[in-house]
């Protein structure tokens, strides 16, 4: 069974940086899509970014391209989100999700198999 956890939220102004992590056990990382996703209150889960299994394809939400970088190490089971140029409504829980697929490259949270327990970032004004 895969363990999640996710790490590195906090409460932080408008304009700074957070870096989330999301450490994995229990399984074979390296074989596996990394995603995150975040789910604000009232809110529907939205995508926030996704990587291959080798790091090689990345993709993320529109509302925070050029803002937010995923990357992985797989000789630490570790993946993380930078985020930059945080804004109020980046407030959320994010979520830290694995797929067991080499070929398969989705951003539906449905499609993810394993969760973390989520880590809270709130932006203020």
């Known amino acids: 069974q895969v363990q999640l956890v996710e790490s590195g939220g906090g409460l932080v102004q408008a304009g700074d940086s957070l870096r989330l992590s999301c450490a994995a056990s229990?399984?074979?990382?390296?074989?596996?899509?990394m995603g995150w996703f975040r789910q604000a209150p009232g809110k529907e889960r939205e995508f926030v970014a996704a990587?291959?299994?080798?790091?090689?394809?990345?993709d993320y939400g529109n509302s925070v391209k050029g803002r937010f970088t995923i990357s992985r190490d797989n000789a630490k089971n570790t993946v993380f989100l930078q985020m930059n140029s945080l804004k109020p409504e980046d407030t959320a829980i994010y979520y830290c999700?694995?797929?067991?697929?080499?070929?398969?490259?989705?951003?539906?949270?449905?499609?993810?198999?394993?969760w973390g327990q989520g880590t809270q970032v709130t932006v203020s004004s």
């Open positions: 999700a694995a797929k067991n697929t080499f070929v398969v490259f989705t951003t539906r949270g449905d499609e993810y198999d394993y």
């Open positions: 990587i291959s299994w080798n790091g090689g394809r990345a």
């Open positions: 229990g399984g074979t990382f390296r074989t596996k899509l």
